[in-house]
């Protein structure tokens, strides 16, 4: 009887996946506009009845899951958790609560205007470091995000904001701003950039030293809603114990009920 109970689920799980009309946001042939850049938002947004899972890897054995969810065409919703140490032989540290997000977008892009989104993103990145009540890498708190989209030889898509952060432990208070680009790069692969200004996280006890923060990424889009991408985060060396950069690991899969 519980063999028949397992198989009946799986049967129902496989045909609701199977019904999914699912596309990814990388390369020249999506049409699904990307809400995050790599650590920021951009003004775009889940599709009404669309919703986009993702996981991110990083450090200290970290996971990050997350779900969004198209409510109305100009409104999003999500939520996300994760911890430390998950991935590993040692203790699991969770994150202390789960992050929240919401996106409303007030102005659609026209042919001479950015599309505008103002949002909110309790969600920061990276592990939580418990003695200054803030993440590695500070939420978007409250923001407001312009984005703007052009034809060339392939899609190009321009990003700016500002935000303010709910990760204000350390003492930075200040409000802060940040820049980002994606750029195309034939049908399947998209290369992204951004820039966190981290006026926010370079005074007090903060653990920006005042350089911002540079962050790469490239998306491969695998075919039916499935995409994976590679960070390079923190270039600048904005913190100590940075080499390189921070390498984390995206994966996402949007779809459509």
Not at 1 to 8: H, Q
Request: proline letters at 3%.
């Amino acid at each position: 009887m519980n063999m028949r109970i397992v198989a009946g689920f799986l049967g129902v799980v496989c045909s609701t996946w199977c019904q999914l009309e699912a596309q990814g946001y990388a390369g020249d042939e999506s049409a699904v506009e990307p809400t995050n850049l790599i650590d920021k938002p951009t003004a775009g947004m889940d599709k009404r009845g669309s919703f986009a899972v993702s996981a991110n890897f990083y450090q200290r054995g970290g996971v990050l899951a997350g779900i969004s969810v198209g409510v109305f065409e100009r409104f999003m919703f999500g939520i996300s958790y994760g911890g430390t140490d998950i991935i590993g032989p040692s203790v699991i540290h969770m994150n202390p609560w789960p992050g929240v997000q919401a996106k409303l977008r007030i102005l659609n892009e026209g042919s001479l205007m950015p599309a505008i989104a103002i949002g909110f993103d309790s969600q920061g990145k990276e592990p939580y470091i418990k003695d200054l009540a803030r993440y590695t890498i500070k939420s978007p708190g409250a923001y407001v995000v312009a984005s703007r989209n052009y034809a060339f030889f392939g899609n190009l898509s321009l990003h700016g904001g500002l935000n303010f952060t709910m990760d204000r432990g350390d003492g930075d208070r200040d409000m802060n701003t940040f820049v980002g680009i994606e750029k195309s790069i034939g049908e399947e692969i998209s290369v992204l950039g951004e820039y966190d200004f981290g006026f926010n996280d370079d005074h007090g006890n903060a653990v920006g030293r005042g350089r911002g923060y540079l962050n790469l990424a490239f998306r491969w889009n695998w075919g039916k809603g499935l995409v994976v991408g590679f960070d390079l985060k923190n270039v600048t060396k904005n913190q100590q114990n940075v080499s390189v950069g921070n390498r984390t690991l995206q994966i996402d899969y949007v779809g459509t009920l």
